[in-house]
């Protein structure tokens, strides 16, 4: 089984409605990321979650929240979405003992916003 | 503020060629480096990563990179190119966690095709 990985893999939404992408890991890992990937634009940081308790903003938070629900969950809304919000999500996630690690990332959400 | 460029947006290479993915970093601090590769409809995966020590950092699949700090550059290069080897490739950048945690900023990707 793949060790992080993110519901649903593919999902269309009108403009207005609200919607979650979930992430998952099974890694152990303390830290976890959202991401979202447009063409020609690389990956943005979204929002960051050191622990339970330590959620932090990303370059590109405006229009989204989050949520840590446990160590292995990071829920990213999109409270009223919007067709710029069409991409690429991706969840990752890293160890967190104070050094700097690779992260790992799940296999993406494909979002459309029509 | 840390930024990553990579030159090229798109290369394209014979199977059994060299390949070469540049990549330029801006960093305050002492940067770690990272490239990932992302095949069609995957998420990434880590090719390699420079942290400290040795600078030329060897990766899977034989892919490698050299970190050059007077050139503020970690290129990623392979002898042979395969076919399997067609994807796109993302160059990224962290400091250290106590200045900057973990936050990684990445390039704007790099597509490599490979021609038979």
């Known amino acids: 089984d793949a060790d992080v990985t993110q519901t649903p893999r593919n999902r269309i939404t009108k403009t207005g409605k609200r919607i979650m992408l979930e992430c998952s890991q099974t890694k152990g890992h303390d830290r976890m990321y959202w991401y979202r990937q447009d063409p020609g634009l690389g990956l943005r940081l979204i929002y960051y979650?050191?622990?339970?308790?330590?959620?932090n903003k990303g370059e590109i938070s405006d229009g989204y929240s989050v949520s840590r629900q446990a160590q292995a969950k990071f829920s990213l809304s999109l409270e009223s979405a919007i067709p710029n919000q069409t991409a690429l999500y991706f969840c990752a996630t890293s160890e967190g003992t104070g050094v700097t690690y690779e992260q790992y990332f799940g296999p993406g959400t494909r979002l459309t916003v029509t | 503020a840390q930024s990553v460029t990579q030159l090229g947006s798109h290369v394209s290479v014979s199977e059994g060629a060299l390949v070469l993915l540049r990549c330029n970093y801006s960093s305050s601090v002492p940067p770690y480096l990272f490239w990932y590769v992302q095949y069609p409809n995957q998420g990434l995966q880590l090719l390699l990563k420079y942290t400290t020590g040795a600078t030329l950092v060897k990766g899977i699949n034989g892919f490698e990179a050299e970190f050059k700090k007077s050139e503020t550059s970690f290129h990623l290069t392979k002898p042979s190119a395969h076919m399997s080897d067609a994807a796109e490739y993302f160059c990224a950048v962290s400091g250290p966690w106590k200045s900057s945690g973990d936050k990684l900023t990445f390039g704007t990707g790099t597509r490599l095709a490979v021609r038979p």
């Open positions: 979650s050191f622990d339970v308790k330590d959620i």
